[in-house]
């Protein structure tokens, strides 16, 4: 178990870089899947069947498969990822010291992944708001935008809120991967590295790298179940 205090820096490193994956595919997550969601319920057919056809992909489809396609694909459209620099997010990758293609692409998928759960997740949310709310709103004059913006979305964020928390939670856990598709520095790289390259027993490593993953994972458990007893308070 010595490994755990020699090679804290290490794993402190890991779990530094998987929790700046974490932090930003969760909020790029939200947003693409809030609007995912906005053309889930929009009353256009050919949005909605986008927004249909964007869940039923990428919901059934292997996770693993998304990342290799994000790792060995989209490098086949530019070279070093230059067609995906954005100056607001490359001051910030730089900042951060994870301006890396690779990096890039892990978040990519990650987003588009979990983006697919967001949806379904605010979409249950919607689906809670009493359909009398929404017609109340459409007799006053309000525009479908209007209606989501004032009415509908401030009331279904109460009943999202738990399945979004899981959905984070487990886009946790699936961060796993990123080091296996070419990110260098995460915990599940860390492990390989400790493991393979310098001879330390599995076990203690594995003991290790569970720690950084439950960190993360434990607190924002206990919120959700806080915040759930107070909604059934409530209610």
């Known amino acids: 178990m010595s490994v755990l205090i020699d090679k804290f820096d290490v794993f402190a490193g890991g779990f530094w870089l998987t929790l700046q994956i974490c932090v930003l595919a969760a909020i790029g997550a939200l947003i693409l899947g809030a609007v995912v969601a906005v053309l889930?319920?929009?009353?256009?057919?050919?949005?909605?069947?986008?927004?249909?056809?964007?869940?039923?992909?990428f919901r059934n489809m292997p996770l693993t498969v998304v990342m290799f396609f994000a790792a060995f694909?989209?490098?086949?459209?530019?070279?070093?990822?230059?067609?995906?620099?954005?100056?607001?997010?490359?001051?910030?990758?730089?900042?951060?010291?994870?301006?890396?293609?690779?990096?890039?692409?892990?978040?990519?998928?990650l987003v588009l992944y979990t983006a697919a759960f967001v949806c379904e997740a605010l979409r249950s949310g919607v689906n809670a708001v009493p359909a009398g709310q929404a017609e109340a709103a459409r007799s006053l004059g309000l525009t479908f935008g209007q209606n989501l913006r004032y009415?509908?979305?401030?009331?279904?964020?109460?009943a999202s809120v738990v399945p979004l928390g899981s959905v984070i939670i487990a886009m946790i856990k699936n961060s796993a991967l990123v080091g296996f598709f070419g990110v260098v520095g995460d915990l599940s790289q860390t492990a390989d590295q400790l493991t393979s390259a310098e001879g330390f027993a599995f076990v203690p490593v594995a003991i290790g790298i569970s720690i950084g993953y439950l960190i993360m994972?434990?607190?924002?458990?206990?919120?959700?179940?806080?915040?759930?007893?107070?909604q059934a308070v409530a209610r």
């Open 40 to 57: 889930r319920i929009s009353p256009v057919p050919p949005l909605r069947a986008v927004g249909t056809g964007y869940v039923n992909v």
């Open 217 to 230: 994972t434990v607190p924002l458990g206990a919120l959700l179940d806080r915040i759930e007893k107070r």
């Open 151 to 158: 009415v509908v979305l401030p009331q279904s964020w109460k």
């Open 73 to 109: 694909g989209l490098p086949a459209l530019g070279s070093n990822a230059d067609f995906l620099r954005i100056p607001g997010l490359d001051a910030i990758f730089t900042r951060l010291g994870t301006d890396l293609p690779y990096f890039r692409f892990a978040l990519i998928a």
